[in-house]
């Protein structure tokens, strides 16, 4: 079965930081580009990062301004986001997907609350 795992999701307060991670099967991993995309009420479904299949190049939503790093381990099929530095606008569904197949693969997404 094709599938992407998100874990790591949580409340935290702002100023902190979290790490997310995606697990992935059913595909060879280390083929296929992978993307972080958030879902935040009132804006839609945004991209906050993409990494490259070997971990070589990576990108970023314009709003993430140097707060996180997106990363991979091709051994552990896993990729991270790893957030800094978090505002309460941060809040929101994060997913992960894979570039496998014609439309890709969806997590199906945790939950990430930034509050005091």
């Known amino acids: 079965q094709v599938q992407v795992v998100e874990s790591g999701g949580g409340l935290v307060q702002p100023g902190g930081s979290l790490r997310l991670s995606c697990t992935a099967s059913g595909f060879i991993f280390s083929s296929y580009s992978m993307k972080w995309f958030r879902q935040v009420p009132g804006k839609g479904r945004e991209m906050v990062a993409g990494i490259s299949s070997g971990g070589e190049r990576a990108n970023y939503g314009d709003f993430v301004k140097g707060r996180f790093v997106i990363s991979r381990d091709n051994i552990r099929n896993t990729v991270y986001l790893q957030m800094n530095s978090l505002t309460l606008e941060d809040t929101a569904v994060y997913y992960c997907?894979?570039?496998?197949?014609?439309?890709?693969?969806w997590g199906q997404g945790t939950q990430v609350i930034v509050s005091s």
């Open positions: 997907w894979a570039a496998y197949g014609a439309l890709g693969c």
